[in-house]
């Protein structure tokens, strides 16, 4: 019976159904020379999420410090403390972010971002991170070239 | 050192990152005064994720059957039968839907929807749903009132 209609008496019914829990998750992969280039391009990688990254100038800076027990930890810990600063008031969003010092015998990071207050007016928005997981999270570190995966909540 | 950037030398690295595999999923809940009911609530449900589902005109009709093992089945694969219509060219999207035969002795439903081949100028573009899952579905039948819930990737 597939084909073209001919009743016309088909009423519409009332809805009865409504949509719950979308949840959702994008992976990050960054790289670069070595392991702390790769932690520097995983976090830019956050942020590259979350605005078209570059409608974001250098006007300030901000300083974040991780720690962990294992690289993966540090990792987690790391992009944790820049989603923080990003997440409470005055929003910041950072375009460039550079580690100080990238201690892996202790599992410790200091880091600074540059970039500037979220503005919608002038940040398109992107997509919210909601939180960073441990979910299938890879470190790879090599001679000449380092990398790693992060799935993001958003 | 957070604050103001005095540094006029930061320079913006390379992009070495991607983003991969988008996943997300959406729980469609529906429910209706029986099983039969619920069931057709929840196939619009699932066309009402992928487009503005008052834009679709009732211009044609099309049919399906589906067949299960249990109710669960019985489920999924009335909703794949309905998603596999949209799937395919011409794509049809579906408003209406009405079970016109719910054995759930035998787990055989047969089923008809009502709606036009979908259009961008016409339908606006939802979400693609590419596929129904089994994740925590739920089917709950109760004596005035049945409901079922069914994830949907995304």
């Not at 800076?61 to 991780?66: C, D, F, Q, S, T």
């Not at 790879?140 to 909540?153: G, M, R």
Request: a negative charge.
């Amino acid at each position: 019976m597939d084909g073209e209609l001919v009743e016309e008496n088909i009423s519409i019914p009332e809805k009865k159904y409504e949509y719950l829990d979308h949840t959702a998750d994008v992976q990050l992969h960054a790289w670069g020379k070595d392991l702390k280039e790769a932690f520097e391009q995983c976090a830019m990688a956050m942020f590259g999420y979350m605005t078209t990254i570059e409608s974001v100038e250098l006007k300030e800076v901000r300083e974040i410090h991780a720690e962990g027990d294992d690289m993966e930890s540090l990792l987690f810990h790391f992009l944790d403390e820049f989603l923080f600063i990003f997440s409470c008031e005055p929003y910041f969003i950072i375009r460039v972010v550079e580690i100080t010092k990238f201690d892996t015998e202790n599992f410790k990071i200091d880091a600074v971002g540059y970039g500037e207050e979220f503005d919608l007016q002038k940040h398109p928005q992107g997509t919210e991170v909601k939180a960073i997981t441990y979910s299938a999270m890879q470190i790879h570190e090599e001679l000449d070239k380092s990398e790693v995966y992060v799935i993001i909540d958003i």
